[in-house]
């Protein structure tokens, strides 16, 4: 099994709680969220239609489409509310000894 490589976005400090930032990963669109003291870094893209995710509001650890309002599971990247039914993908996160957010390149399986 090969180690997970992770990439280093942005120190801690740069990200209170309660904002997001969004960025590119391997050419792949990802909304990364600071939210209670948990981060949580997902795909930015809605699977049910492809709309920008990463805006909506977020309930219930559960980020919300604004196109349509699907749901899905920020820690599982599960949709958990039609009108998608596929997940999102979902990236480790951890911060590093010096206070960088640091992202995993590709997402969790
Ligand atoms: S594009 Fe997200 S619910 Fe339709």
């Known amino acids: 099994m090969s180690a997970v490589e992770f990439v280093r976005v942005l120190p801690l400090t740069d990200l209170p709680d309660g904002e997001r930032v969004f960025l ?6 990802v909304v990364l969220l600071h939210l209670a003291g ?3 870094a997902v795909g930015d893209v809605c699977t049910h239609d492809n709309a920008p995710l ?7 650890g559960q980020v919300i489409c604004p196109r349509h309002g ?3 599971d920020l820690s599982s990247g599960k949709a958990v509310r039609l009108p998608a039914v596929r997940p999102i993908p979902t990236y ?8 960088w957010i640091e992202i995993s390149r590709t997402p969790k399986e």
Do not use: M
């Open 38 to 40: 948990k981060l949580f």
């Open 92 to 99: 480790a996160v951890r911060v590093s000894e010096d206070g």
């Open 70 to 72: 699907a749901r899905f």
């Open 54 to 60: 990463g805006d909506g509001e977020v309930q219930d």
């Open 24 to 29: 590119e990963l391997d050419g792949q669109a």
